[in-house]
């Protein structure tokens, strides 16, 4: 198996390591902040991000520089950052380890970017669910105030910022910026449409930038050792590597840090080890629950932004979820839709309403009532909702049902001309599982 360099989870696999203050410490921690506020302006931070490749964690892979770039200088009231810890996407665990396990990274990340764009208040907006990790965020924020690495004169440099923990209440839609945004202010929780962006009108409305646990922690490392380094780390346009948590029945399901540009078929096969007794491969899910599903075929698809996009899905939160030859498809895609349509925030009517269609036709058709003209009903009313919401929700939620119908017709087919779910022995199995 092919062993790489790693940089977010490195301070974790040392013996007795806690992710207290004085571990982290021992580890070099807060020496990049160190670094930023006795040597670097505000513009050189920026500057050396940008020239990194550093790209957002958390879906969309927004350029993390650029994003920071967009915060007005000269603007006259307050600035925000919000780390957005809302991490909610079915199949992806990757940064609850890292708040868990070690927390004052993502705390000095969050730091220098609050240094870089002005702010002096900063927001972690936490999945609600999280509660272990909610305390230990607490507890290295204390201790972090307590050695002077937040608050006011930070190493006595002049710059001050102060951190809160925002406990959100379990709303996926909440890991949307603009409606984590709405939730800080106390408001229920729906996205805003843009434009305005956050960058102009965020959090009460001033300049803001939300970044996501995962690229916040990389960000000391880039300040320590250079963003000619991190660049020179992946392939292409997607610099640096990437946690990707790996989910169903393999051999070694988990999160890996592997560079980002590695092949499906390397992670699959090499690091999680293969399929679980040895079944074959069916699908994957390459980016989260939103992606649309990937088949053998695409097995030596790099795991890079362009090369996902170019093989029509996304890399999204990093989340991939494998299935194996008794995975029934048509179930796969209505469990997906269960959740999306249990997560709609209501807002936009072909989401809130074209979910609910969307879900009886596919409990029909799994059920073994279904009719052929229900998969031109399924197409057409997917495509009546993908491009049509003011978030991306929309889109999510019809990837599972066109990629699956795409990929694997013949079973719907079958289930509509058998009259019967082919697969629901397997299936009950598998949730008993």
């Known amino acids: 198996m092919p062993t790489y360099e790693k940089i977010l989870l490195k301070n974790m696999e040392r013996p007795g390591y806690t992710g207290s203050l004085t571990d982290y410490g021992h580890a070099g921690g807060y020496s990049a902040l160190e670094k930023v506020l006795k040597a670097m302006s505000p513009q050189d931070v920026i500057e050396t991000i940008k020239k990194s490749g550093l790209r957002g964690r958390g879906g969309a892979g927004f350029p993390t520089g650029v994003k920071w770039s967009f915060i007005p200088k000269d603007h006259p009231g307050p600035k925000y950052l919000c780390c957005n810890a809302d991490e909610s996407e079915p199949g992806t665990f990757k940064d609850r380890q890292l708040i868990e396990n070690d927390p004052h990274a993502i705390l000095e990340g969050i730091a220098i970017a609050c240094f870089a764009i ?7 907006y936490i999945r609600g669910e999280f509660f272990s990790g909610a305390k230990i965020l607490n507890e290295a924020i204390a201790e972090a105030y307590r050695a002077g690495f937040l608050g006011k004169n930070i190493l006595a440099s002049g710059f001050s910022l102060d951190i809160y923990l925002h406990r959100g209440a379990g709303a996926y839609i909440c890991g949307e910026e603009t409606a984590l945004l709405e939730s800080i202010e106390g408001k229920r929780g729906k996205p805003r449409s843009k434009p305005p962006f956050p960058a102009t009108h965020g ?28 660049a020179a780390i992946g392939a292409g346009k997607s610099t640096g590597t990437r ?8 051999k070694r399901p988990g999160n890996y840090e592997v560079p980002l540009g590695i092949t499906f078929r390397e992670m699959i096969y090499e690091h999680a080890g293969g399929m679980r007794s040895d079944k074959q491969l069916k699908a994957i899910i390459p980016g989260g629950a939103s992606a649309a599903f990937f088949t053998p075929d695409q097995l030596d698809v790099k795991m890079d932004f362009e090369s ?21 498809m048509v179930w796969a895609a209505m469990n997906l839709l269960e959740f999306f349509h249990h997560e709609s925030c209501g807002k936009c009517t072909p ?8 879900l009886q036709i596919l409990q029909r058709i799994e059920a073994g009532e279904g009719r052929l003209d229900d998969l031109h009903a399924l197409e057409s009313l997917s495509h009546k909702i993908e491009g049509m919401t003011v978030c991306a929700f929309g889109d999510a939620e019809v990837a599972p049902i066109l990629s699956t119908i795409k990929h694997f017709r013949a079973e719907y087919e079958a289930h509509i001309e058998e009259r019967r779910c082919p697969f629901r022995s397997n299936v009950v199995l598998a949730m008993a599982h």
């Not at 002005?118 to 972690?124: R, V």
């Not at 946690?243 to 393999?250: D, T």
């Open 118 to 124: 002005g702010a002096q208040t900063a927001y972690i």
């Open 203 to 230: 959090l009460y409305q001033r300049p803001t930038v939300v970044n996501n646990v995962e690229t916040m922690m990389n960000v000391p490392h880039i300040i320590n050792r250079g963003s000619e380094w991190f």
């Open 243 to 250: 946690i990707f948590s790996v989910s169903g029945p393999v």
């Open 308 to 328: 996902v996009a170019a093989a029509g899905s996304m890399l999204g939160s990093g989340g991939v979820t494998v299935m194996d030859e008794d995975t029934c």
């Open 351 to 358: 989401c809130r309403e074209g979910s609910a269609w969307l």
